[in-house]
């Protein structure tokens, strides 16, 4: 009975976050959403310690920060799609990584295009990660010296590294040494997990780079990646709610994993049976997501300051008032323990 009530409770909570009417059939209108549906119309971060929940491509986030629109060495792109929310450890990194990049000669820092949404989860469009706040794009672009215009960060073209007239070449009017080292100091923090490029830069870096070969077994080929690289982060330590990535194989991957993106099967269109049914697209549903994403979603949120410039590396205090939704959020098995390590002061303010 008890249970029952606290789901209900959650149900009401997650209904007026998103917009459905509190009448009988909400849960149903609930459940017949998809999840980047839901998660697509959150405008702010849960109000709780940071926790990522859930696999990359499979979960949500609590107590999220942002990274400023503008700061001395980034600047934020594509502001409307409001995917500038990570887990503190990936926004600390960034600003590190933006100052590390002015030192390596990346003109007055980086571009930073889509990290997470406030509370992660599927998005409507671009990604199929980016869930738990712990992946983030970085454009091939150095940021300009004077600031862009809202507007200009709407409008800027991206430019893509390859040769568009030959078959996964890079173009070396547009490659640089310092493109290379970019990736490869992305690559070479412990708290990055993989750095994912398109596999012409990953072959350019195998043929080219001569640093440490042992830190290239983190820069990963894969699809696109040809404007933006990828970072991705491990698991923070302590954040027992998410899930881990299988661990890079050992060596530097300039081997037959990365030859195969140079054969026709990794471009072959998919043969079609004419005679096959057509298949109705399957949309991952919020009960495909770790139960705590529910509590995450009927959260209360924090405020767009306060998880942007505020003490917001801090877990806030409970609020009044707020029985049932710690009710709900208690009763999820999926969550981390309370005890999550609180990181360092954030470099830069």
């Known amino acids: 009975m008890q249970a029952g009530f606290i789901r ?41 310690a940071a926790s990522p929940l859930g696999f990359y491509a499979k979960g949500c986030m609590a107590g999220a920060v942002a990274i400023p629109t503008d700061g001395p060495t980034w600047q934020a792109m594509r502001l409307s799609r409001n995917r500038r929310w990570g887990n503190p450890a990936m926004i600390q990194l960034l600003e590190k ?14 571009l930073i295009g889509d990290i997470s949404q406030p509370r992660g989860g599927p998005m409507i469009t671009g990604h199929a990660s980016h869930q738990v706040g712990l992946d983030a794009d970085i454009w091939f672009q150095s940021k300009p010296s004077q600031p862009l215009t809202a507007q200009a960060r709407e409008d800027m073209p991206f430019v893509s ?6 078959f996964l070449t890079v173009n070396p009017a547009r490659w ?16 990055v997990e993989r750095v994912f490029v398109n596999p012409a830069i990953k072959k350019k870096l195998c043929d ?8 290239l077994g983190k820069v990963r080929p894969v699809y696109g990646h040809d404007e933006h690289f990828h970072i991705r982060m491990h698991c923070p330590p302590g954040a027992s709610g998410c899930k881990a990535q299988a661990p890079v194989a050992r060596g530097d991957g300039c081997d037959k994993s990365l030859a195969w993106w140079f054969t026709k099967e990794p ?8 005679n096959a049914k057509p298949v109705k697209p399957k949309f991952t549903m919020l009960s495909d997501l770790p139960k705590a994403c529910t509590a995450v979603l009927a959260a209360p949120a924090n405020s767009e300051q306060s998880a ?19 009710q709900v959020i208690n009763a999820s098995g999926d969550l981390p323990d309370s005890d999550v390590p609180v990181p360092l002061v954030r470099p830069v303010q």
């Open 161 to 166: 590294m390859l040769d568009k007239s030959k």
């Open 176 to 191: 640089t040494p310092i493109h290379a080292q970019l990736v490869m100091q992305a690559a070479s923090y412990p708290q």
């Open 97 to 110: 990584f933006s100052q590390d990049a002015v030192r390596l000669g990346w003109g007055s820092g980086i």
């Open 267 to 274: 471009w072959a269109k998919p043969k079609k049976d004419p």
């Open 208 to 215: 080219t780079w001569t640093g440490d070969r042992d830190l």
């Open 308 to 326: 942007t410039y505020g003490n917001a590396y801090v877990a806030p205090e409970p609020q009044a008032g707020n029985t049932a939704i710690e």
């Open 8 to 48: 209900h409770l959650g149900t009401i909570a997650l209904a007026a976050l998103c917009g459905f009417s509190l009448i009988a059939g909400d849960a149903a209108a609930a459940d017949a959403t998809p999840a980047k549906q839901i998660f697509g119309k959150v405008k702010l971060p849960s109000l709780a």
